[in-house]
């Protein structure tokens, strides 16, 4: 049935605030039937694909590196610490190059926030690669989100009316905003915990905040987030910092995981810091769907790319 549904074609993948409903159901089908064995698409020329990943990543990195691979595509190297960028090289300026000596399509992590905008919208550009956002910023991160609805839609086969809450360092937090924006659209209804001063207003339009222990009977869904203590500017608050009371007053500490519904599930997007945002005895727990989402991901980066080589009409089908 997943290949019978209209595919999703689209120039460049770097957001997920003007997905569809169909097209994230469309996504989610062609990542599945990609994972249930169905046929991998042949291409009519040998297409290429570069990781540019200016944060360190193992998940993301590896997970776009498999995916590449089971499509075919060839996959040139790109170290940021070995090229241009050292001698102050535009990111801009590093695709183009790409894109002159052949580059098809760039999976790009940065640490600026919406960084694709001013490679998309640069006016008179020669600029001819598809981009994939593999991470920007605090901003966005469709491929982490795209995986967990995959993960999640293996569990509940709908999204109306679940209950998901997204608990940890929100403000930091990139794959909170692509799931909160993804979620809404699916009707699922969702809920924030954590450390209060992390929820700020624009979380309010997509879901309340409650204090963790009133959450946990409730929920069907637990997406826990790391503390990215990288991004915090809070000098003062970062040395206070305690690992363990974080782990007691906000983590999902053996106890708390008792009171979880029976049919619950909980998803993290990585890397876990173990005893702090959730025990390490529970990472592999019956409810943990921690190493689900690793496989997921290769699956739906695989159908990413393939919206992106259809969009841009890249080789055409053999």
Request: hydrophobic share 40%; glycine share 8%; net charge negative.
């Amino acid at each position: 049935m997943a290949e019978k549904i209209a595919p999703v074609l689209l120039k460049n993948f770097v957001s997920v605030e003007d997905l569809t409903v169909n097209q994230i159901e469309s996504l989610l089908a062609r990542a599945q039937f990609f994972k249930d064995g169905g046929q991998v698409p042949k291409f009519g020329r040998q297409l290429t694909c570069a990781n540019l990943f200016f944060e360190n990543s193992t998940r993301t990195k590896l997970s776009f590196t498999m995916a590449e691979s089971k499509l075919g595509l060839k996959i040139l190297p790109f170290e940021p610490e070995s090229s241009s960028v050292k001698k102050g090289e535009s990111l801009y300026d590093t695709l183009l190059t790409m894109s002159a000596i052949g580059v098809d399509l760039a999976v790009v992590r940065h640490p600026q926030n919406n960084y694709y905008t001013d490679l998309i919208d640069q006016p008179h550009s020669q600029l001819e690669l598809g981009i994939l956002n593999g991470g920007d910023g605090s901003g966005q991160h469709p491929s982490q989100s795209l995986l967990d609805l995959m993960t999640i839609n293996a569990e509940f086969e709908h999204f109306d009316g679940l209950k998901v809450a997204i608990v940890g360092d929100l403000t930091n937090s990139r794959v909170a905003r692509s799931n909160m924006q993804l979620l809404n659209k699916l009707g699922a209804t969702v809920y924030f915990s954590g450390p209060r001063q992390w929820f700020t207003p624009e979380f309010e339009a997509y879901g309340k905040y409650l204090p963790f222990d009133e959450l946990l009977e409730q929920i069907d869904v637990l997406m826990l987030l790391r503390v990215q203590h990288e991004r915090h500017t809070d000098l003062r608050a970062e040395e206070s910092f305690s690992p363990t009371a974080y782990h007691q007053r906000y983590g999902l500490t053996m106890e708390r995981y008792g009171h979880l519904a029976k049919h619950a599930i909980i998803l993290h997007p990585g890397p876990i810091n173990r005893d702090v945002e959730m025990a390490s005895e529970l990472v592999e727990a019956p409810k943990s769907r921690f190493v689900a989402q690793m496989k997921n991901g290769v699956f739906m980066r695989m159908a990413m790319l393939e919206v992106v080589i259809n969009g841009r009409q890249l080789g055409g089908q053999a």
